[in-house]
């Protein structure tokens, strides 16, 4: 029989093509990048830098998930970038990520401060429900696309502390005209009612309240609070966490760089910042009792919630600041809208499971 030339040479390249097709496969999952990771914290910080969670910890969960394919460079605060400076750095390509909070980033993208707290908003599990499971993700994402950019949950305080105040608060006339270091949405709900809000990186919050270039101070919870010093500068320490009932730690991703990993670098990432959003939330749960414990018993803070009058205040002003807010930019009605409607549908749930269960 007499073999055609032609049909054999064909089928010969077409095998070669099939069984070279794995051996391309493999070469492209060997591919090995080296990444850059800035962050908005200082060295040392527990939580936001190292520890249970933490970004190094996400470095160090990635680097090992993907056998050493995909190394992450952490650089905290002032080591390569001033501290908020990483939205900027991320965009132009300087580095592919970035650990923050996406309030930091009001200016450039109000609606983006959603995507950390809101005030008298969901807790940390609705916040984790709306960004995985009700669309807030792809909101978040659809906000950031124009600069080049992505983002996902890496890591969550809980609820915070209302904050440190050198005086006591018995009215709501006694927030007119005090100087307070607060981030974010709540920020602006103070300044409605005569506060002056200073937004200072972590390290410099002590020396200006201790000095009293500010009369108050938030920063996160008392493990956090009490490191920092901030109960040698002021003793009146007070809760409900009304402006962050949860804190989302970010991590920002050059989209370039994101399309440049295979897909199963993708999802290790992913994992990876999963996993740290457990822990980390986790980790703050185990350490704030006793801090607590410790600043009230051995280090003379008084803390107690907010007086009633207060928060009843702040409750009615933050609803017309969010509104406000929302009317003044297409972006923020569309991310408003969403997470008011989610959060409308959680707590339906949460007043038959959570609520019910701690009103026991």
């Given amino acids: 029989m007499t073999l055609n030339r032609r049909k054999f040479l064909s089928g010969a390249a077409l095998s070669g093509a099939i069984l070279g097709a794995p051996a391309i496969a493999r070469a492209q999952s ?3 990048f080296n990444w850059k990771m800035t962050n908005a914290y200082g060295p040392g910080s527990p ?3 190292q520890g ?5 910890d996400f470095c160090k969960k990635v680097e090992e998930m993907s056998g050493g394919r995909l190394k992450i460079q952490h650089f905290a605060a002032g080591e390569l970038i001033p501290a908020l400076e990483g939205f900027d750095a991320v965009s132009k390509g300087m580095v592919e990520m970035n650990a923050a909070n996406a309030y930091f980033w009001a200016g450039k993208v109000p609606a983006a401060q959603y995507f950390t707290a809101v005030p ?3 807790n940390t599990q609705g916040m984790n429900a709306w960004i995985y499971h009700g669309g807030g993700l792809e909101l978040w994402n659809e906000l950031y696309a124009a600069h080049g950019l992505m983002a996902m949950p890496m890591g969550n305080t809980g609820t915070q502390m209302t904050g440190w105040f050198r005086k006591p608060l018995e009215s709501v006339a006694d927030l007119n005209g005090l100087k307070m270091r607060i981030p974010g949405l709540a920020g602006k709900v103070y300044a409605e009612l005569g506060v002056a809000v200073r937004l200072l990186p972590g390290g410099e919050i002590f020396p200006a309240l201790e ?3 500010i009369d108050a101070a938030e920063f996160v919870g008392p493990y956090q609070d009490r490191r920092l010093g901030l109960h040698k500068a002021a003793k009146n320490y007070y809760t409900t966490g009304w402006h962050e009932p949860t804190n989302v730690t970010e991590l920002m991703i050059n989209k370039k760089a994101w399309d440049s990993l295979p897909a199963d670098l ?3 990432v992913r994992a990876a910042a999963q996993a740290c959003n457990v822990e980390s939330h986790a980790w703050c749960e185990a350490v704030n ?10 280090q003379g803070v008084t803390a107690r919630p907010l007086p009633a009058d207060i928060i009843a205040k702040l409750k009615t002003v933050t609803a017309d600041t969010l509104e406000s807010l929302a009317k003044a930019d297409p972006a923020t009605r569309k991310v408003h809208d969403a997470f008011m409607a989610f959060r409308k549908k959680h ?4 007043a038959v499971s959570e609520k019910s269960f701690l009103s026991l």
Avoid at 52 to 56: F, H, K
Avoid at 347 to 350: D, R
């Fill in 30 to 32: 060997k591919a090995t």
């Fill in 47 to 49: 939580f936001y830098v």
């Fill in 52 to 56: 249970p969670g933490s970004p190094t």
């Fill in 120 to 122: 008298f908003g969901m």
């Fill in 211 to 213: 000095r009293g270039v």
């Fill in 266 to 268: 993708q999802a290790i």
């Fill in 289 to 298: 009792a006793d801090a607590l414990t410790d600043l009230v018993t051995n």
């Fill in 347 to 350: 707590e339906s749930w949460a």
